[in-house]
């Protein structure tokens, strides 16, 4: 069972950096599949701590190999002062693998996501501003620069200008900015080119010839399901397939090869810019959680909303994920409270709703329907297994296993690498 999924279930920030650490002793390969600098993923391991953007979690691995796939786009400034960043800390990140058909975020695609963002005024998505969605947009659009791009200058400059041809229009003529000029750009890109050259391999080959010989490859997810372009709360997306069905086009590796798909869950729920949000909470329980879970974004330093826990959200990751296990995070935060409110199902215009209603504007008035469950005052952050968590912690995990339709098969009770129960391995 080589290929393991490992997504977030929820808006972003479940833990996946930790789960994929944890995991990464035990795996050959740690692989991004899509997204950008936009994510954000804290490792704990001892007194360290990282916070990781664009490198797969497994860069903290020494037996492990990291990839950048094919799905994930790539700001060279970033990537160069991440690895300087983990160097300078002793990290080893020479086994790095890049995809060559990886798309570049330009400078010009940071510019158009602040300049949109700024325009879009009380509308706006709240998006990270590292140029995410503009960068997928020139994907799409077929004006966007690869890495395999910066290794032949003329194409490049062909490249830049197209890119830059509608974009100048729509800067100086609708936005009231300056051109930006194209050998200013082609300069900067081609200035990454020798540093990245080392690490940019044909990763597709490479990666379904490890799963031949039965290697391990273990596919990270940025953000979470409820921010997919195709699944999530659109438009408040980001813009790209966090969605198991990303690992396969993000890397080129075909589902066939995939066994598991592990969908990581807060034990309560948060998000970070705009949208919808149902269990989100304004009074004092809100703060509490954001206070005693660091709920804070470590890309932009954004106080992350807070709320309950939601099964809908939580059932419906399963259904389009395939979900065969969940890695529930955090459930130490929860450590305290008397009683325990978790969302079983919405009301939307006086009816009850079971599952997540395909229509935004439903989804907008969905109001969460309450079951309360007792809670624990307890110490639970040195449980090693199950039977070491109070018993209403127990009761909560598995009523929360009931209602989300999968086995939840490990449970974070601190952020460290060690403060976790292992309940069924994924390997
Ligand atoms: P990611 O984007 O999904 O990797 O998650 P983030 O790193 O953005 O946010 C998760 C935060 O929760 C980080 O600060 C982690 O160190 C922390 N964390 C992860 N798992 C646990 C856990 O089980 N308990 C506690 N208390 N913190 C955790
Ligand atoms: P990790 O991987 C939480 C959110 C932004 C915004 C929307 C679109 O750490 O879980 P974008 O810059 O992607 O165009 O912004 O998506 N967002 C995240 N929220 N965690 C993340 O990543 C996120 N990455 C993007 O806040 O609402
Ligand atoms: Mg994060």
Known sequence: MPALVLLGAQWGDEGKGKATDLLGGSVDYVVRYQGGNNAGHTVVVGDQKYALHLLPSGILTPECTPVIGNGVVIDPSVLFSELNGLNERGVDTSKLLISGNAHIITPYNVTVDKVTERFLGTRKIGTTGRGIGPTYADKINRVGIRVQDLYDESILTQKVEAALDVKNQMLTKLYNRRAIAIEQVVEELLSYADRLKPYVADTVLLLNKALDDDKVVLFEGGQG????????TYPFVTSSNPTAGGACTGSGVGPTKISRVIGILKAYTTRVGSGPFPTELFDADGDALRRIGGERGVTTGRDRRCGWFDAVIARYATRVNGLTDFFLTKLDVLTGWEEIPVCVAYEIDGKRVEELPYSQSDFHHAKPIYETLPGWSEDITKAKTFADLPKNAQAYVKALEEMSGAPISAIGVGPGRTETIEINSFI
């Open 225 to 232: 399901t409820l921010l997919d372009i195709d699944h999530g």
